[in-house]
């Protein structure tokens, strides 16, 4: 079982940054496949980002160059640097996690532990 607490929402106007930091309590974080997601209204959950073992990262099309996905396995914590905010950012993002597998995975159906989410707005 992994408990993740996101944290590090909040309002920004377009063109500023916003880190978002996910704490979880596993002892074998440094294996843990490690995710962002967001949801808009009236969206479905889309993905975001991931970070798996080796310091290996992906990323989606629309935030890949402004977002920066990152983890420090001593403290158990991914973080995701987003920079160059657009309106279209706007959603609640969730933290996501789930055991050492291959494909890595890009869709909500392949995490089992999830954050309670953070809001993020970018006003325009």
């Known amino acids: 079982q992994v408990q993740l607490v996101d944290s590090g929402g909040g309002l920004v106007q377009a063109g500023g940054s916003l880190r978002l930091s996910c704490a979880a309590s596993?002892?074998?974080?440094?294996?843990?496949?490690m995710a962002w997601f967001r949801q808009a209204p009236g969206k479905e959950r889309e993905f975001v980002a991931t970070?798996?073992?080796?310091?290996?990262?992906y990323y989606a099309d629309s935030v890949k160059g402004r977002f920066t996905i990152s983890r420090d396995n001593a403290k158990n914590t991914v973080y995701l640097q987003m920079n160059s905010l657009k309106p279209e950012d706007t959603a609640v993002y969730y933290c996501?996690?789930?055991?050492?597998?291959?494909?890595?995975?890009?869709?909500?159906?392949?995490?089992?532990?999830w954050g309670q989410g953070t809001q993020v707005i970018v006003s325009s």
């Open positions: 996501a996690a789930r055991g050492n597998t291959r494909p890595i995975p890009t869709t909500q159906r392949g995490y089992d532990y």
């Open positions: 970070s798996w073992s080796g310091g290996n990262t």
């Open positions: 596993t002892r074998t974080f440094s294996n843990v496949i």
